[in-house]
């Protein structure tokens, strides 16, 4: 079980994430995570919180399984072949990752600012 993130925590966190890129195929039973995570981080909470954030959508007429990448700031990529994982567990992740950068930035007093 993934650790749980409050609203005002994960909206920090995000600003850690530069980029996100969807892919899917929306006729596929196999897509409803990668839809489901697109909704949540296209919410107006996080556009807020972070307004650079890219969020690429390619929607494809393949067989091809759905798949999610997230980019951090530091260059480090985290994928997830979306039909194996739930929105919050691939959530989770991502946020746990965002908070060791977040430690990282903070012990080396570096800001995202």
């Known amino acids: 079980m993934s650790p749980k993130f409050t609203k005002a925590?994960?909206?920090n966190l995000i600003r850690y994430v530069s980029t996100v890129d969807?892919?899917?195929?929306?006729?596929?039973?196999?897509?409803?995570?990668?839809r489901?995570?697109?909704?949540?981080?296209?919410?107006e909470r996080f556009q807020?919180?972070?307004?650079?954030?890219?969020?690429?959508?390619?929607i494809l007429s393949t067989v091809d399984p759905p798949a999610v990448q997230?980019?951090?700031?530091?260059?480090?990529?985290k994928a997830f072949d979306s039909e194996e994982y739930l929105v919050?567990?691939?959530m989770g992740e991502v946020f746990m990752m965002?908070?060791?950068?977040?430690?990282?930035?903070?012990?080396?007093?570096?800001?995202?600012?």
């Open 9 to 11: 925590i994960t909206a």
């Open 22 to 34: 969807v892919r899917f195929n929306p006729f596929d039973r196999r897509t409803r995570s990668a």
């Open 36 to 43: 489901e995570l697109l909704r949540q981080i296209s919410s």
């Open 48 to 58: 807020k919180s972070h307004p650079k954030l890219k969020i690429s959508t390619h």
């Open 70 to 77: 997230f980019k951090f700031v530091d260059g480090t990529e």
């Open 88 to 90: 919050n567990e691939m």
């Open 98 to 113: 965002a908070e060791q950068l977040d430690n990282g930035y903070e012990m080396e007093g570096k800001s995202l600012d």
